[in-house]
């Protein structure tokens, strides 16, 4: 197998904490963050109970382990549903703000290489290989692993593997098919039958196979990584592990400060090369943003003016919106603008800046007769505020966030020196989540050495601490 052409960006990845951030770096900007504290993925395939027949919906709610009841739709499943009946399904949508679980019946597997649909029939090959003889030769092998008329999906990156890695790659699929098959046959309770592989880890495990540059801080993600890498027959060049007295995303050696543009993207104000500003107000119902000249270029011509500043602001919201991951509707008030030629500008420039998102996930609605702009994007779970903060007017730190603010910072000291016995003052909140957190606990024992005490100090916000020796 090769590893592809190296993408453009290069990948950080924090693991210390409880949680894993990932940033994207592209041209010397921060483009994408992800916070990841695992938990339930997209794609998990579960058996579950049907708790509640809603004929006005046109779905059924399927009691599952560990989540609140899932609604499956019956246009998702294949044949009918009653109460009380075991049912095989997947999450087609991970629940978010007051929305729920999303389930379908229609079983997808997903490989690094290929997807398994069980009845499915179909052997599909990407449309963008060409050569005759190569598909043929695929379709061939593909053909015989076939079993109980599975359908099989080939991924564009498993097109140059041997027979034996897709051989190996369907018999892992399957086997997570007949588990799930087992447990139906003999239902006892609802469980997870196998966790699918988090969206996150999928564009980690495609950068590395493709050659990108990742730097990871953290030794088992570390050693996770070079792992994969290893068994898919990839060498590692591109994966480094950063060591050194300071943590990754604080790094000075860093082309860019991480933490002020994390700040950055959790503020509602942003500043525009060049002048000029945008505001970014996340809601419930929409996200609403405006555009503000702020006094800039006020020597030129305003109609001029404005079209170019709007122009700036549209590659910037676009940016925006996906390094906060924001989804839904989406209402922008640009600068007023006569000209039909300068609306149309905007956007152009939008939808170029959009590029292939365009495609499927972003739908545009145009100018409205007050001058708004409207357009929407497909949600993909939280966004990066909901994930980091709690809904308030003040928007501070989310208590998980917090904590693992703190631990990182306790790292931060330990890499510089701080080891031993010591007492660690933080926030009642954050006292208590460590006193009711091994994991966390156990970070902060590896790194001191020994376990500190703990010690709840309700002078101290959420994310701040003290560390003081032991005598």
């Known amino acids: 197998m090769t590893a592809g052409v190296p993408p453009k960006g290069r990948l950080l990845i924090d693991a210390v904490a409880l949680e894993r951030r990932i940033a994207l770096i592209e041209q010397g900007r921060l483009s994408r963050l992800w916070i990841d504290r695992g938990g339930p993925a997209r794609f998990d395939l579960h058996l579950g109970r049907v708790s509640k027949v809603l004929p006005e919906m046109a779905a059924a709610m399927v009691a599952l382990e560990g989540l609140d009841d899932g609604l499956l739709p019956f246009d998702r499943y294949t044949g009918p549903l009653h109460e009380g009946q075991w049912v095989l399904v997947q999450i087609s949508r991970l629940g978010f703000e007051d929305k729920g679980v999303k389930l379908t019946g229609r079983i997808a597997i997903e490989g690094l290489g290929m997807i398994l649909r069980p009845h499915g029939k179909q052997i599909e090959l ?14 061939l092998h593909l053909k015989a692993l076939q079993t109980d008329d599975d359908g099989i999906m080939l991924r ?19 086997r997570q098919w007949q588990a799930a098959t087992a447990a139906l046959a003999d239902p006892k309770k609802p469980q997870r039958i196998s966790p699918a592989q988090s969206e996150v880890d999928q564009m980690i495990e495609r950068h590395l196979m493709a050659g990108g540059a990742c ?24 994966l480094t592990r950063h060591t050194g007295t300071q943590l990754l995303f604080g790094a000075s050696d860093l082309e860019i400060d991480l933490e002020d543009e994390m700040n950055i993207a959790l503020s509602s104000r942003v500043e525009l090369p060049g002048g000029g500003w945008i505001a ?9 943003i405006d555009v503000n000249a702020g006094g800039a270029d006020a020597g030129r011509d ?32 640009p600068l007023r603008v006569k000209s039909r030629a300068g609306r149309d500008r905007f956007e152009a420039v939008l939808r170029e800046t959009f590029g292939a998102e365009l495609d499927g996930s972003v739908q545009i609605g145009g100018f409205t007769r007050l001058g708004l702009f409207e357009f929407s994007r497909q949600r993909s779970g939280e966004s990066l505020g909901e994930r980091m903060q709690v809904k308030s007017d003040t928007r501070r730190l989310s208590n998980q966030t917090a904590l693992n603010a703190v631990i990182r910072h ?7 020196g701080v080891v031993g016995a010591v007492k660690l003052y933080v926030a009642p909140v954050i006292a208590e989540r460590l006193a009711l957190n091994e994991d966390g606990a156990d970070i902060l024992r590896n790194e001191l050495g020994v376990n500190p005490e703990i010690i709840a100090d309700p002078m101290l916000s959420e994310d701040a601490y003290r560390l003081e020796k032991k005598t």
Not at 304 to 333: F, K, P, S
């Open 126 to 139: 990407p449309r963008k290989l060409k050569d005759e003889g190569r598909r043929a030769d695929l379709a």
């Open 156 to 174: 564009s990156h498993a097109l140059e593997w041997d027979g034996a890695a897709l051989s190996g790659e369907y018999q892992l699929l399957r």
């Open 215 to 238: 730097v990871v801080d953290g030794t088992n993600e570390f050693v996770r990584l070079r792992g994969i890498l290893k068994a898919r027959g990839v060498l590692d060049d591109n």
């Open 280 to 288: 970014v107000d996340p809601a419930t119902a929409l996200c609403a």
């Open 302 to 333: 305003g109609e001029a003016r404005a079209i170019e500043l709007n122009a700036r602001a549209a590659i910037e919201i676009v940016h925006q919106i996906r390094l906060r991951n924001i989804g839904g509707l989406i209402v922008i008030d």
């Open 410 to 416: 306790v790292i931060g000291d330990c890499r510089n």
